[in-house]
């Protein structure tokens, strides 16, 4: 298994691009979430999907948008990039089975907006 | 929306001694996890405990729902351990909304 994985590793855009990040899981888990991270600070929830066709918003969701097509894939866009937007982020996935929960992150995306 | 404080925000220790941290929710929980992020930004999950006591290796975590908050134990550290480590938690009314506490930042030193 591969995991969940996630591209690009590293973006650069300008004020006012739109982009769109990648994120895939190939463990068949129904939750899937994007978050991002500052410097110093927690993750914070941006979307959320707790299967295909099924999203919802997070504590940030502001800017972005996301969709939900099948079980694998859980891509993140950017509408109109503002620095604001400069991050890092993680998409996670993850199953709950028996009262139990395990999240599994990808490697993240570091995005640099000028 | 409930809130999640860690403590302490920083922690430096010399290899094999024993620490402590801490992480404070404002309201019921449903789920609360522990997670480390090693100094390369990976995210590895530790635990799943919303309530009671669990034990993996040298880690160890205890949930005290009814007060509100949970510990996690690290015995004989290593440098290794060094890095975040964030509790997150899932409030009774926010179905799948993991929310993050800041992270305790922690420095093993050989």
């Known amino acids: 298994n591969a995991g969940v994985t996630q591209t690009p590793k590293f973006q650069v855009l300008k004020t006012g691009q739109s982009m769109t990040l990648q994120c895939a899981q190939d463990?068949?888990?129904?939750?899937m979430s994007w978050y991002r991270q500052d410097p110093g600070m927690g993750l914070r929830l941006i979307h959320y999907?707790?299967?295909?066709?099924?999203?919802d918003q997070g504590e940030v969701p502001n800017g972005y948008n996301v969709s939900r097509s099948t079980t694998e894939d859980f891509p993140l866009r950017l509408l109109s990039a503002a620095p604001s937007q400069t991050s890092v982020y993680f998409c996670?996935?993850?199953?709950?089975?028996?009262?139990?929960?395990?999240?599994?992150f990808g490697p993240g995306t570091r995005l640099l907006v000028l | 929306g409930i809130q999640v404080e860690q403590s302490p925000p920083d922690l430096i220790l010399q290899e094999g001694a024993n620490s402590t941290l801490r992480c404070n929710f404002s309201?019921?929980?449903?789920?609360l996890q522990w997670f480390h992020q090693n100094p390369w930004g990976q995210l590895i999950n530790l635990f799943y405990?919303?309530?009671g006591t669990k034990q993996n290796g040298r880690l160890s975590a205890t949930t005290v729902a009814t007060e509100r908050y949970s510990l996690l134990y690290i015995s004989s550290s290593q440098t290794t351990d060094s890095g975040v480590y964030f509790c997150a938690v899932e409030g009774m009314d926010s179905s799948y909304k993991l929310i993050f506490g800041s992270g305790t930042r922690l420095l093993v030193r050989p």
């Open positions: 999907s707790v299967g295909a066709g099924i999203t």
């Open positions: 463990m068949n888990h129904e939750y």
């Open positions: 309201d019921s929980v449903n789920n």
């Open positions: 996670a996935s993850s199953y709950r089975s028996g009262g139990q929960e395990t999240q599994y």
């Open positions: 405990i919303p309530s």
